[in-house]
């Protein structure tokens, strides 16, 4: 039996849509074939494909993929005649059955194609809409979109007499539709889009609205540069309007629009969103990528770098550098960047911003980061500002203490100051080298090679403090009357190995890739044999060695020796300097 | 069992060692003492000698040189202190001039006492000196590791003295001497039923103690073989406790068994002191060093630090301690030796202070009963005036820390004792269980008692707001002896003794010496503590040490009168 005898049997017996998925889907070398065959069967009248693909569900029981399947509606939509209303039906269905997917919104684009290919279809679309806003009022803007494909003047014309009319929501359509219209080659048309914002922005309330104006006279304005000064202006009254309600349209411009933005505009922005913090997610999402943007570029640094520090000081509990995610990774990995934000919020000394580097370093993985002080950004003269920010380095960075070490070294380069350097020797001597013999001391070596002159010397003096006081636990040798006992040791092990257990299974919950793959335990060997099945049931053998995998943990010495001691010194570093 | 004794023996060193245990073997043997070894004065090659009958021979005089190990070629004559040249001394000038009279007449036999054996190329050295010097009234003979091994098996160790039950647990104290609470668990059983052992006169109570010091012997040069005197430490502190017991000071009124016992009973404190000093000697030279003790308790976690550092603070005290009573009590043994005394308390006393400094774990104690630790060392360090500043100094950091933790739920000290527990405490930032865990306390108190005593009013202060805000749930309390502690208090054999309840640090510090010393003139039984009516009152520190009972209030009541008399 033929593909086409297939879909029209199918349809007859109600099976269309199982058809399709079967013939086109599963085995997709047939997917062009039944799509020209659907398209001539609907335009025989043997079957109507709008009405059952109106039908299509995305619910995971019916054993369809809904987006394989709605592709395949898209393009058959441009090949059929249909009654525009049964299509803006279909399309309306299947747009909101896509739920909150990023896909969500590709129907509406071959719904926009459909249009294009006769000039009545969106008149008709219109009429449709005006007689029945209530189920088509969504498909406002694509037919708006579709007609000034085929009649730029009218349907500009037509966009921009809708922005005046009475229905708030056609209203509001119409304004955002003017940021998805060509304007190019109507610069009377756009100067009088324009002044339709303009004048909509005078009393516009609506957040969603006031979100569509913004973003509509900037979409006018990257087609016509000479706006910009009425553009600034507009997207100025707008948020001095209503400063809160207006925040989260001024972050949707700045996050989607911030590589095109003029700097005046950018400049407005980042003062109104420095002055009227907010910390709603959604806001601050839009800001993040914002920021990351304009740090990347290297543009507005500062003025990125203050407004990140204004909006993680509004209310530090609930917003976090995680809430900044991509400014965090981007300023990890620019070294320059991350040296600069270090030296400036340690100097600031405000616990929430020193915390905010704490986890900016944790961004980056592999070996530890060696960290460099900014000196431009604090008076290297200054002995009790260098110590400070040492201080803190090793407050916050003490659990990566090549990084915090590294910070050390560059206060000690840039120091010109003998009692300084003295000091900064004492700190990498306690609590770096106490309590990390083995890696900041190896560190220290290889940098002892490679340095020389006043950084050589306090680096050598440390390393010969720390040797004589590994030289002292030497001597002491082995005290077996003073080790834990049997009994103790199996109680730690256990209790480790709890620990162990536990945050082991939080891991493997919280981790992506293995919901992912699934989990196969294998019990002996050092390599596993597998054997996987293809579609006509042979079976297709598979070998691979086990890899093994470790890592390596220095623990801090004085965690065991003087917790109470080391804990209370990083205390004293994290929080000296601040006011209650 | 003789493979064991004479492995022992072999590790015994000379001085100290084997010439202290062969005088207990002779007198067991039925032989009279009458020479014993000394220092200083010259023995001309005599270290112990004895009269009486043995193996049915006739009664001699047994003239003993006694050398540690196996006797070699470089031993037997190359240096003057060479066991030839010791034989030439007894012969030549011994038994001429220094044997005393009653004894010329009777035959002599001079004994080499070896802890080895006699290696192959020295025999024929000895055989021929023997066969040259040998007269009609002096003998000679070789008493080596596997004649020695034997005596002591049957005088001391037969089925008969002790039977197999315990002989076995003395195996199996040796066998896990790499594991010291297992080694000291089988050794306190031996001690325990040897202890308990019915006896029908002083004689036996005699070989009883005698055979517990051989059996803390074996046990103790095993240790040191294997290079862990742990359990040999442990074991030592009670069966010190188990001998006093044992000795029935209390009950016995006649003064010649007094003074056997007392013999008997110094022979085992020789031992425990001897222990205590070769395990400390492994501790002193290193406790001015950052770390260095704190480091080599190889520990898995600060618990362990924790755990090991307080236990070894007390220790120092208590030998400290000891020092001290010994130079209060004995001072007719001449300037050179008390001023050596003080110069070992000195040393202790430093080496304490550095413990301290270099090793910070010991400012935060994380079990209550650590407060017995601290206690002990400070009444150590208070011996001397000068280390009142240095002891206010240490106790406001405990007190600093403790409180802090406590505040903020890290690790602040508690009463729980488990290790398992005391590894994940605090197991929670509940209050429930923050109060729990600190429903009673002995470590405030005594700092406070202390911070009194020394007249440290800030520090009193401290601690009562900190009790009166934070700790009313809290039952501070101290300890007193009643009248069944004189049973008890060396066996541990059942609870004994009062609690003070609620003690009234809330008040003035004035108001809280009162109550607490008045106190000790109710609970007076403390005098009657055998130890103390003995006047060898250390032994009650070690028995609070060893069994975990806060030391009596008593000790205290001269810097009570002192702090009165200043007032």
């Known amino acids: ?580 | 069992m003789k493979l064991i004794i004479k492995q022992y023996l072999s590790y015994l060193r000379e001085r100290d060692e084997l010439d202290v245990i062969l005088p207990d073997l002779l007198s067991q043997m039925g032989l009279n003492v009458f020479t014993r070894p000394g220092r200083g004065s010259r023995q001309y090659g005599v270290d112990v000698g004895a009269v009486g009958e043995l193996e049915g021979e006739p009664e001699k005089v047994y003239l003993f040189t006694i050398k540690a190990g196996d006797l070699t070629r470089n031993d037997w004559d190359t240096t003057p202190q060479s066991v030839r040249q010791s034989l030439n001394e007894i012969v030549d000038v011994f038994i001429c001039n220094h044997l005393p009279a009653e004894y010329h007449n009777k035959e002599k036999e001079v004994c080499i006492c070896i802890g080895g054996d006699v290696e192959e190329n020295v025999n024929l050295n000895i055989q021929s000196y023997i066969s040259d010097n040998k007269k009609h009234d002096i003998t000679f003979s070789i008493w080596n590791g596997d004649k020695i091994a034997g005596l002591i098996q049957d005088y001391f160790l037969k089925e008969e003295l002790m039977p197999e039950k315990f002989r076995s647990n003395l195996r199996k104290s040796l066998s896990l001497i790499d594991e010291p609470e297992a080694a000291y668990k089988y050794f306190a059983m031996l001690i325990e039923s040897l202890s308990a052992t019915k006896i029908r006169n002083n004689k036996e109570r005699i070989t009883i103690l005698r055979q517990i010091n051989v059996c803390l012997w074996i046990l103790f040069s095993w240790a040191r073989e294997e290079g862990n005197i742990e359990a040999a430490y442990l074991s030592s502190e009670l069966t010190l406790l188990h001998a006093w017991e044992k000795c029935n000071f209390n009950n016995i009124k006649q003064r010649k068994l007094q003074e056997q016992n007392k013999t008997a009973f110094l022979g085992i404190y020789s031992t425990y002191l001897q222990i205590s000093n070769t395990f400390h000697n492994e501790i002193i030279p290193h406790a001015s060093k950052l770390h260095a003790i704190s480091s080599a308790v190889n520990a898995s976690c600060s618990l362990d630090v924790n755990l090991k550092l307080f236990d070894l603070l007390s220790r120092l005290a208590t030998e400290g301690i000891w020092i001290y009573w010994h130079l209060d009590n004995c001072s007719e043994d001449g300037i050179d030796n008390n001023s050596n005394l003080a110069q070992e308390i000195n040393l202790r006393m430093e080496a304490i202070k550095n413990l301290i400094n270099n090793n910070q774990i010991l400012l935060q104690p994380i079990k209550d009963d650590q407060a017995i630790d601290i206690w002990i060392a400070i009444y150590f360090l208070a011996l001397e005036e000068k280390n009142y500043p240095y002891i206010k100094e240490w106790l406001a950091e405990v007190y600093f820390r403790s409180s802090i933790s406590y505040q903020m739920h890290g690790k602040y000290p508690c009463i729980l004792s488990s290790y398992s527990e005391l590894l994940s405490h605090p197991i929670s930032k509940d209050e429930e269980y923050r109060k729990d865990v600190t429903s009673g306390s002995i470590l405030y108190p005594i700092i406070s008692l202390w911070a009194a005593l020394l007249d440290d009013k800030e520090m009193y202060d401290a601690i009562s707001e900190f009790k009166i805000n934070h700790l009313q749930h809290c039952n501070f309390q101290l300890w007193y002896p009643d009248e069944i502690s004189e049973e008890n208090i060396y066996t541990n054999s059942t609870e004994h003794g009062s609690a003070l309840s609620n003690v009234c640090v809330e008040r003035s510090k004035e108001e809280y010496l009162e109550q607490v010393f008045g106190e000790c003139d109710n609970s007076f039984y403390f005098n009657e503590l055998s130890a103390v009516s003995k006047d060898i009152w250390p032994l009650i520190i070690v028995a609070c040490r060893h069994y975990r009972l806060p030391p009596p209030i008593h000790l205290l009541k001269g810097y009570y009168q002192d702090y009165q008399q200043e007032d």
């Not at chain 1, 219109?126 to 029945?132: K, M, Q, R, V």
């Not at chain 1, 640094?301 to 909006?311: G, R």
């Open chain 1, 1 to 580: 039996m033929g593909i086409r005898d297939i879909l029209r049997e199918s349809y007859n017996s109600s099976s269309l849509l199982k058809a399709i998925y079967d013939t086109a889907v599963i085995n997709s070398e047939n997917r062009n074939i039944v799509i020209s065959e659907l398209v001539r069967l609907h335009n025989e009248n043997c079957i109507d494909i709008v009405n059952e693909f109106k039908l299509l569900s995305n619910e995971p029981s019916v054993g369809m993929d809904f987006f394989f399947m709605r592709q395949i509606f898209e393009e058959v939509l441009i090949g059929i005649e249909a009654p525009i209303s049964e299509v803006m039906d279909c399309v309306i269905s299947l747009y909101r059955e896509a739920g909150n997917d990023f896909a969500a919104g590709s129907v509406i684009d071959a719904y926009i194609s459909f249009c294009t290919i006769d000039s009545n279809r969106p008149i008709v679309a219109l009429n449709e809409i005006f007689n029945n806003p209530k189920p088509f009022l969504i498909l406002l803007t694509p037919t708006l979109i579709a007609g000034s494909k085929i009649d730029k003047d009218t349907y500009l014309s037509k966009t921009v007499e809708l922005c005046n009319y009475d229905h708030q929501e056609f209203k509001g359509k119409a304004i955002f539709a003017i940021s998805k219209i060509n304007w190019t080659g109507n610069p009377e048309l756009l100067e009088s889009a324009l002044s339709e914002l303009e004048k909509s922005s005078e009393n516009e309330t609506e957040e969603k609205v006031v979100a569509s104006i913004m973003k509509s006279s900037f979409s006018l304005y990257k087609q016509d540069n000479s706006m910009e000064k009425r553009v600034n202006n507009l997207v100025e009254k707008l948020i001095k309007n209503d400063k809160e309600k207006n925040y989260y349209a001024a972050s949707e411009l700045f996050c989607n629009e911030i590589e095109e933005l003029p700097n005046s505009l950018v400049n407005i922005l980042i003062d109104y969103f420095a002055q009227y913090k907010q910390s709603c997610s959604h806001s601050l999402r839009n800001l993040d990528y914002g920021i990351s943007r304009l740090l990347k570029k290297g543009i507005h640094n500062d003025k990125a770098l203050n407004l990140l520090q204004d909006l993680l000081l509004v209310s530090p509990r609930e917003t976090t550098i995680n809430e900044f995610g991509i400014t965090a990774r981007v300023i990890c990995d620019d070294r320059n960047l991350h040296s600069k934000v270090l030296t400036r919020w340690f100097l600031n000394g405000n616990p929430y911003l020193c915390k905010a580097i704490q986890s900016i370093s944790s961004f980056h993985h592999g070996e530890e980061k060696l960290i460099e002080i900014d000196p431009a950004e604090l008076d290297i003269t200054d002995s009790s500002s260098v110590i400070f920010i040492a201080r803190k380095s090793i407050g916050y960075l003490f659990q990566t203490p090549i990084s915090a070490t590294s910070a050390l070294i560059s206060l000690i380069r840039n120091s010109s100051n003998s009692k300084t350097k003295e000091m900064l020797k004492d700190l990498l001597f306690d609590p770096m080298l106490i309590n990390y013999p083995g890696k900041v001391k190896e560190y220290l070596m290889k940098l002892s090679d490679i340095e020389v002159g006043e950084v050589k010397k306090v680096v050598d003096q440390a390393l010969v403090k720390i040797e004589q006081y590994l030289e002292d636990l030497r001597t002491v040798g082995k005290l077996n009357a003073l080790h834990p006992s049997k009994a103790q040791q199996e109680g730690y092990y256990r209790h480790f190995a709890q620990l162990m257990g536990k945050s082991l299974k939080e891991a493997e919950r919280k981790s992506v890739f293995l919901h992912l793959v699934s989990k196969n335990v294998i019990l002996y060997g050092r390599k596993w044999i597998n054997y996987c099945y293809n579609s006509e049931g042979e079976a297709c053998r598979s070998e691979a060695p086990l890899l093994e995998h470790t890592s390596e943990v220095e623990f801090a010495r004085l965690e065991i020796l003087d917790p109470f001691g080391i804990n209370a010194m990083l205390r004293q570093f994290r929080y000296e300097g601040v006011s209650t």
